[in-house]
């Protein structure tokens, strides 16, 4: 498979004896490649939404996660496995949101002890702002930049990539 990268090709087997080969080995670019875009997607789209929106992306990203889910809402643990949190991380990241207005924390009806977290409102409108703000902001500067011919076949590429690494993880007692 020819490297996209113009480093080499993908599929050969490393040969790497330095740290200059390390640093020049196609593969180790292609992915230094993601890791550099994504992050600065997420610095630029995260910007935006904290200015216009009030709200971090990882807010955004529960957000969505609660408006996929429903009623009656998703455990703490529902979320930080989502998000690849400490459930103590969701829990502070949650309590944030809940001192912003955007989420409530509300009995679990399969579970008397339990205690779900589902959106409010506010958040509500919330998740549908930012989320209207952020597609306008995925054209503009993740996807424009690219052929339109490759758009589906790219965001189908970045699913089985995610589904793969998700199914990795270990999941959380």
């Known amino acids: 498979m020819e490297d996209p990268t113009g480093g080499g090709d993908v599929d050969e087997q490393a040969d790497i004896s330095s740290a200059r080969d390390a640093a020049n080995d196609p593969l180790v670019l292609a992915f230094g490649r993601l890791q550099g875009a994504a992050n600065r997607l997420e610095y630029i789209l995260g910007r935006a939404l904290e200015e216009e929106c009030g709200i971090s992306h990882l807010m955004f990203e529960v957000l969505l996660i609660l408006g996929r889910a429903g009623e009656p809402g998703l455990s703490m643990r529902a979320i930080a496995q989502e998000q690849v949190l400490t459930t103590g991380g969701a829990t502070r990241l949650v309590d944030r949101m809940e001192a912003a207005g955007l989420v409530e924390r509300a009995e679990d009806p399969g579970d008397r002890r339990g205690r779900l977290v589902r959106l409010t409102e506010r958040g509500e409108e919330t998740a ?20 339109a011919e490759d758009h589906e076949r790219f965001a189908e590429d970045l699913r089985i990539l995610s589904q793969s690494a998700r199914d990795v993880l270990p999941r959380l007692p």
């Open 128 to 147: 549908v702002r930012a989320s209207r703000l952020h597609v306008e902001n995925i054209r503009r500067y993740f996807l424009a930049p690219l052929p």
